[in-house]
């Protein structure tokens, strides 16, 4: 298995623009987290799903972040618009019995 | 509510020496306890657990953690630092009531110098 999957790796965009993060979780696993981690505030907890269900959305920031799992093998977490202090890594993670594993990250930067 | 807590933002520690990296936890039932390491540009990779049993736990690369209940600690060890062992390194513990929800400590430096 490749692991958990997010694309793009690195992404630039002006502030006011809609951006898309993606994730593929490793097969077979059953709970999905979208994490945000800044030198500032550590690694936080944006939303996790469990079975493509969003169970806590109590860490997503404001209402211009919004994530979606329509299905098992995809996730998406939206920025729209996106500000300059959404700069940030974005990290996905996939578990199954209790054991996280996280992608690589996707490095955000908005100017 | 469920927390952990890595008091040191930062350890240094010489190659061949002993490390420890702290880190106590609070939770309301049984505690589920994870060590993760992040290298530069990557994402976070799995250590070492505690879910029961003996309260030493061997994981990756010859790193151990010790569980100690009455002290709420798990503190990562390892007998002999590496230069590469130089790493981001997260304690978590997973919430018993919600399944898969984790909680991440601030995150520890380490430095290994030659």
């Known amino acids: 298995d490749a692991g958990v999957i997010q694309s793009p790796r690195h992404e630039v965009t002006e502030m006011g623009q809609e951006v898309t993060l993606r994730c593929k979780p490793i097969?077979?696993?059953?709970?999905l987290f979208w994490y945000r981690q800044t030198m500032m505030r550590g690694l936080e907890l944006l939303i996790y799903?469990?079975?493509?269900?969003?169970?806590?959305d109590s860490g997503m920031p404001e209402d211009r972040f919004s994530a979606k799992m329509p299905n098992a093998s995809f996730s998406t977490l939206k920025i729209q618009p996106s500000e300059p202090r959404d700069s940030a890594v974005y990290f996905c993670?996939?578990?199954?019995?209790?054991?996280?594993?996280f992608g690589q990250g996707t490095r955000l930067t908005v100017v | 509510a469920q927390s952990v807590a890595q008091p040191e933002d930062q350890v240094n520690v010489a190659e061949g020496n002993p490390l420890t990296v702290k880190c106590t936890y609070s939770v309301s039932g049984n505690p589920y306890l994870f060590w993760y390491v992040q290298y530069p540009n990557r994402g976070l990779q799995f250590l070492l657990k505690?879910?029961?049993?003996?309260?030493l736990v061997k994981g990756s690369y010859g790193f151990e953690a010790e569980f100690n209940k009455s002290q709420t600690s798990f503190h990562l060890k390892k007998p002999s630092a590496l230069v590469s062992d130089s790493a981001l390194y997260f304690c978590a513990v997973r919430d018993g009531g919600n399944f898969n929800k984790f909680y991440f400590g601030s995150g520890t430096k380490l430095n290994v110098k030659p």
């Open positions: 993670a996939s578990s199954f019995r209790g054991l996280a594993f």
């Open positions: 505690y879910i029961t049993g003996d309260n």
């Open positions: 097969s077979g696993h059953n709970s």
């Open positions: 799903f469990n079975n493509n269900v969003p169970i806590d």
